[in-house]
């Protein structure tokens, strides 16, 4: 069971003036949040995931796709990337608008090669 009125804490974000400055190609911790369904929630007290900024629209919003830890070879729907700490996922399926306020901290950037596969998979995919 979902514990909605703990994330109807954490979103008060939206309360926040600030949004950070962000490019394309970058990962970031966001609140993501609790969400319907199979949409891919946040995960521990602040619903926190990391995301890469896929396209920036302006300073407040951009099309964002969440990472994860699960490899999922020869699927359509992911795309693997490395990054320092490992192999991880990008959930291409998954991508939505999303509002810079959901931004908690930069964790690094992903490398033109990776980037431009994503994008491929993306094109693909559509």
């Given amino acids: 069971m979902k514990d909605f009125d703990?994330?109807?804490?954490v979103?008060?974000?939206?309360?926040?003036g600030h949004r950070p400055y962000f490019k394309e190609r970058e990962i970031w911790w966001m609140s993501l949040g609790l969400n319907i369904g199979d949409e891919?929630?946040?995960?521990?007290?602040?619903?926190?995931?990391?995301v890469l900024v896929?396209?920036?629209?302006n300073s407040n919003i951009f099309l964002g796709c969440p990472l994860?830890?699960?490899i999922k070879p020869?699927?359509?729907y992911y795309c693997t990337i490395n990054l320092p700490a490992g192999e991880r996922s990008v959930i291409i399926s998954q991508i939505r608008l999303h509002d810079?306020?959901?931004f908690k901290e930069r964790i690094i950037g992903c490398s033109v090669e990776d980037f431009a596969k994503i994008?491929?998979?993306l094109r693909d995919l559509f």
């Fill in 68 to 70: 994860s830890k699960i």
């Fill in 6 to 9: 703990a994330w109807n804490e």
């Fill in 40 to 50: 891919e929630d946040g995960k521990g007290e602040v619903f926190m995931r990391p």
């Fill in 100 to 102: 810079a306020k959901r």
């Fill in 11 to 16: 979103k008060k974000i939206n309360n926040i």
């Fill in 54 to 57: 896929v396209k920036k629209f």
């Fill in 74 to 76: 020869l699927n359509k």
């Fill in 119 to 121: 994008k491929k998979a």
